[in-house]
């Protein structure tokens, strides 16, 4: 699944990454939510930014009332709190992440806008507090909004049918081996660290997302192959893995390559 997004966002890893900034829209794209915040350590109070955003717009949504939850493996440690009013559309809240390292969900419930109610609408967010090495070795409970973060920034929802297909792979697949898993906890670290970053470049930028979406679609189409094969050893994931990673590179790298070859060749004749 993810570990082929390294052949394909290489060149955009020259890119600033924050890993301490996400956007996601709520339940029913409403509102888009930022989550902004520096480096976390536990058992230190942090203060988390969160800013409501008009998604036509992409400006700030004042007079929203809100309640925020935090928890980790379901253990709540702030809140939930009452309804909250903010006037200008962006608070700060500060947090005490006392559960030590690890993931935590930060979960906003929106409930009103322009001092009028609506349906309740909830945006969770995934934030890493302490140490990389320190994360969960799998990451089942929080990808429904932050694990695929770029997949689901260019196809629109987490339901999406290219998501789905992705964590589909990441659960029953990779995850289903040592060699697997070890690898995803390897890699999940250097993929939070730019994922955010994408993500937010393509809500911020309709024709790079369009380009994400062209970039993503092979790849996905070739992880496709491993619906039709059985995984039942070592063996089999690391030979099946490092076949996918030669026919990516081979897709994204040789035939480019190939046709500016062949372009320079017939220029020069």
Known sequence: ??????????PLLTIPAFAESQTLPTEEGTLNVKLTHDPIEPNVITKINIDFINPFTQKIQIHIDYSITVSKDGEIIFGPTQLIHTSVGSVTIPIEFKLGEGIYSIDVKVEGILFNPIPPETVSFDIMVGEADAQPNTTPDNEENGGCLIATATFGSELAPQVQQLRE????????TESGTAFMTGFNQFYYSFSPTIADLE???PVFKEVMKLTLTPMISSLSLLNYVDIDSEQEMLGYGISLILLNIGMYVG???????????????
Do not use: A, C, W
């Not at 792979?169 to 289903?176: C, F, G, K, P």
């Open 1 to 10: 699944m993810k570990f082929l997004f390294v052949l394909l966002l290489f």
């Open 169 to 176: 792979l990441r659960d029953n697949t990779i995850l289903s």
């Open 203 to 205: 809500r911020e930028h």
């Open 255 to 269: 035939v480019p390559v190939f046709g500016i070859l062949k372009l320079y060749q017939f220029r020069k004749n």
